[in-house]
């Protein structure tokens, strides 16, 4: 009686068998896997194409008009979907809010273009260099010529009645001399300020033009340069009404006259010509009831 | 061995055998013990437990499994609770939701007044004091000439009527000098003024636009994130209770396994030990002290080996020396 024989070894045939089926598995998860990618591709297409739509729908709601802004629409909406990933169950999701987020990008985009056109029309401290400091000189000038003018003539007044002498004229117009100064920066401070309200309203056309800017909705009109044209008709008229308006802050004499016969007196010495308050009161004319009116002075 | 120390010998065995009997029985028993208190843990482990409320917590052996029992007002009160959970988690967390979203709406309708707001807000600030100045100055500066020229008219009027029409010139020229000598306290006046009114205006500005500012922002932050989630807890609680009792009936166990295998260890060491024959050695031994019958080489010191062979008995049958020569 012969030993059975050794039972067959399948085992190899077992590991192909086995190596198929891992084969077979794998082709069908790429398979799988390889569909599913494709179906999410297509579902974030459709969505972006829902959002593509829900869009323009949106700006027509606003009153505008899509096709305007169809690029810009299609641009934002690329730039989301660049940011889902392939594999993303849920593209819609990114999309809920786009309308609006897409309106307010390009809101945002319109507001700092303008806002950015504003500022270089209106440079930084543009007011202070459209309206400078000295432009007020002329006008400090020409009001301090007339009121010493006018102290002038007082002075030439009591001469040419005989009040005063010469020498004392000359301390007279000494006394003017030391009130100058005072007077002219009485007058520049009254000019600055007439310079800085000026300047004031340059800036305030620049502000209500960046403010305009900063609140504008996508659609409005918005020139830059008619804010320009307003800042030059505000500084046209300023310049126009300075010299008024500096004059109007100055009221009455502003050299103190009151006591130029007693400093010239006092420079020239004793003297016998008898006192004449018309003189005084810078009267120019001499006439014939001098020696009457006298009597009736009241100071 | 003589009877006597055979007698003596067996005895001690005997009494060997006899300790180690008692050392046996007595692991055997500390067992026994041990086992009957491994019980008893096992049995306060599961016992049930009832707190204050009446509710009842036991260990159901037969499907192997802790149930509580409620009291009628706890299991009440359990129910009650149990039905605002549900409704909290449909009705409640919906009601959220809808007015998260309402706040997300007026969230963003906020935007625009609230941008509106802040650019005119940083857009028009308070007036330099330069301009403020002038305009407080022209102001006074028009007030006083106003002032000067209406006393100049009536101290005129009053010179004519008085017949001194002679004396208008010196009123004018006195009201002028009074005018010209009130510029220099209009300005310092102007000054003065205008920085108190810049300060004004500018406490102004911002009390119109911060506080509106400060509540569309609020407004605006309010309307992030989402709903606040209900969850139940439900599982977590029961986790914890299970846990707990799962722990405490464990270490019950623990404690009486251990208590169980040294008892154990101890008994099976007894048992296992191999007869005590100290007492049997010792008998033998007392047994070699009695002196043997003598030898018939007893006489031959040991250290005179090579001269052991000369001693021998010669002659007898056993043994010829010759045949042991070499």
Sequence with gaps: ?299 | MDPVSGALGGAQLLLSIQNMMNSSSAAAQNLQFQREQARKQERLGQAARTDAYGNKQYYDSATNTWKTELSPMQAAISKAGETEQFRSLTEDAQRNRQQRTRQSQRAEDAVVPYNKAMQEFLNNPTASEGSIRNEIGTLTALANQNRDKGNQANVIRQALRMGKGGSVQNIIKASDDRSGRGVADALLSARGQALQERGSREQQRQSAYLPIIQQLSNTIDAGGGSAATRFSDISSQLGNVQNQQASQMLSAIQGANTNVNNASRTAIAANSKQPDFSGLFKALQLQAKVKPEKQWDDKIPYSTTPDYMDNMPYGTDRYNKDDYLF
């Design chain 1, 1 to 299: 009686m012969s030993a059975p024989d050794a039972p067959q070894d399948n085992s190899f045939a077992v590991a192909q068998l086995e190596g198929q089926r891992a084969d077979a598995a794998r082709l069908q998860d790429k398979a799988d896997a390889e569909t599913k990618k494709q179906e999410l591709a297509g579902l974030r297409t459709s969505s972006a194409d829902a959002a593509r739509n829900s869009s323009a729908q949106y700006f027509q709601s606003l009153g505008l008009d899509p096709s305007g802004y169809s690029g810009d629409i299609d641009r934002e909406i690329s730039s989301i979907m660049s940011g889902i990933a392939p594999s993303d169950e849920n593209p819609g999701s990114y999309f809920k809010s786009a309308p609006q987020d897409i309106y307010g990008n390009l809101n945002r985009s319109y507001q700092t273009k303008n806002q950015s056109s504003v500022d270089q029309l209106f440079s930084p401290n543009f007011e202070t260099s459209r309206i400078q400091m000295t432009m007020d000189d002329p006008y400090i000038n020409d009001i301090l010529s007339e009121q010493r003018m006018t102290a002038d003539n007082i002075i030439e007044n009591m001469l040419k009645r005989g009040v005063i002498t010469g020498t004392g004229a000359a301390g007279a117009r000494g006394d003017l001399d030391r009130q100058a100064p005072g007077i002219r920066t009485q007058l520049n401070t009254i000019g600055d300020t007439a310079l800085a309200g000026g300047q004031q309203k340059l800036r305030d056309v620049a502000n209500k033009a960046r403010t305009d800017a900063g609140t504008l909705k996508l659609g409005q009109q918005f020139d830059p340069n008619s804010y320009g044209g307003n800042a030059d008709q505000v500084f046209n008229d300023f310049v126009a009404s300075l010299g008024d308006q500096i004059r109007s802050n100055v009221s009455g004499n502003l050299f103190q006259t009151g006591g130029l016969a007693a400093t010239a007196g006092a420079t020239q010495g004793a003297g016998n010509t008898a006192y004449n308050p018309q003189a005084a009161a810078g009267v120019i004319e001499d006439d014939d009831e001098d020696a009457t009116s006298n009597k009736e002075s009241i100071f």
